[in-house]
């Protein structure tokens, strides 16, 4: 069983940039394929970017293309979203998740294991 934490989340006004950071609590999670979403007040849980386990390829919403980068530390058991050229749309709890299996999922009931999310607020 793989915990999942998150950190680095805040108020950052718009144009600002935050680097998000998750934290696994196994080394297994080295061959999980990873990912973050988000989810604003009233919407669904969004995917934002999603990383295999060798973090070879890569995945971007195109709402954040250009801005958000995706990477992973395996010898530290991360994953992290740094996030550029932040907009007020960006505003939401961001999850940090994975699954066992290597391949990028985009849906958010493929994944196992979740963090307990973090607030990001971007201010206009």
């Known amino acids: 069983q793989v915990r999942l934490v998150e950190s680095g989340g805040g108020l950052v006004q718009a144009g600002g940039s935050l680097r998000l950071s998750c934290a696994a609590s196994d080394r297994t999670f080295r061959s999980y394929a990873a990912a973050w979403f988000r989810q604003a007040p009233g919407a669904g849980r969004e995917l934002v970017a999603a990383?295999?386990?060798?973090?070879?390829?890569?995945y971007y919403a195109d709402s954040v293309k250009d801005r958000f980068t995706i990477s992973r530390d395996n010898a530290k058991n991360m994953v992290y979203l740094q996030m550029n050229s932040l907009k007020p749309e960006d505003t939401a709890v961001y999850f940090c998740a994975a699954r066992s299996s290597g391949p990028i999922h985009l849906v958010s009931s493929d994944y196992a294991y979740w963090g307990q999310g973090t607030q990001v607020t971007v201010s206009s």
């Open positions: 990383i295999t386990w060798s973090g070879g390829s890569t």
